[in-house]
């Protein structure tokens, strides 16, 4: 693994292109400002952005198109098992040191458009997640309130259907 992840050729001229400075005012600084680091070992999140001044500042430098000082991303090292993944999660933190704070609508078709998030059949580290949150869910199996019919648990959200029997479930 290396020292300090990787920022892939092009991503921020393509970031770039795709936002306007009144939406990221710290756009034109991210070549100068982001420093890109791993978490720590156990760390739950993906990924994550700070800036170094703290949010009074920050909104006075946004007010008044000054440079965000220093930006850190930090990546967790397990996405370096998953490219897709990987680049899916620093392109949600670029927009962010960009400027873009919030998870609205235009941030989710940002990074969809510039780097898609992987399919869970196609992400080992999407499965393992899955795997680890199903863990410690009380459920381990359905039973279907109509038929009885029992099954293993593979995903996070409730049925809407029982597999045998087709109807809506709901359970006993």
């Given at each position: 693994?290396?020292?300090?992840?990787?920022m892939?050729?092009?991503?921020?001229?393509?970031v770039?292109?795709?936002?306007?400075?009144?939406?990221?005012?710290?756009?034109?600084?991210l070549?100068?400002?982001?420093?890109?680091?791993?978490?720590?070992?156990?760390?739950?999140?993906?990924?994550?952005?700070r800036?170094e001044?703290?949010?009074?500042?920050l909104?006075r430098?946004r007010r008044?198109?000054?440079?965000p000082?220093?930006i850190?991303?930090?990546?967790?090292?397990?996405?370096?098992?998953?490219?897709?993944?990987?680049l899916?999660?620093?392109?949600?933190?670029?927009?962010?040191a960009?400027?873009?704070t919030?998870?609205?609508g235009?941030?989710s078709r940002?990074?969809?458009?510039?780097a898609?998030?992987?399919?869970?059949?196609?992400s080992?580290?999407?499965?393992?997640?899955?795997q680890?949150?199903?863990?410690k869910?009380?459920?381990?199996?359905w039973?279907?309130?109509?038929?009885?019919?029992?099954?293993d648990?593979?995903r996070v959200?409730?049925?809407?259907?029982?597999?045998?029997?087709?109807?809506f479930?709901?359970?006993?």
């Amino acid at each position: 693994m290396p020292n300090t992840p990787n920022m892939p050729d092009g991503i921020l001229e393509e970031v770039k292109s795709l936002l306007k400075e009144e939406e990221a005012p710290f756009l034109n600084h991210l070549d100068k400002q982001v420093n890109l680091i791993w978490t720590e070992k156990g760390e739950s999140r993906l990924g994550f952005t700070r800036f170094e001044c703290n949010h009074n500042e920050l909104f006075r430098r946004r007010r008044l198109k000054l440079s965000p000082g220093p930006i850190v991303i930090a990546i967790n090292p397990i996405l370096n098992r998953d490219k897709a993944l990987y680049l899916h999660t620093l392109v949600h933190e670029l927009l962010h040191a960009a400027g873009l704070t919030d998870h609205d609508g235009k941030h989710s078709r940002l990074v969809s458009k510039i780097a898609p998030a992987p399919k869970l059949k196609d992400s080992i580290i999407l499965r393992e997640l899955r795997q680890q949150v199903l863990e410690k869910l009380p459920e381990r199996q359905w039973i279907c309130g109509e038929c009885g019919h029992t099954w293993d648990r593979r995903r996070v959200s409730t049925p809407t259907r029982c597999p045998k029997c087709a109807k809506f479930f709901k359970t006993k």
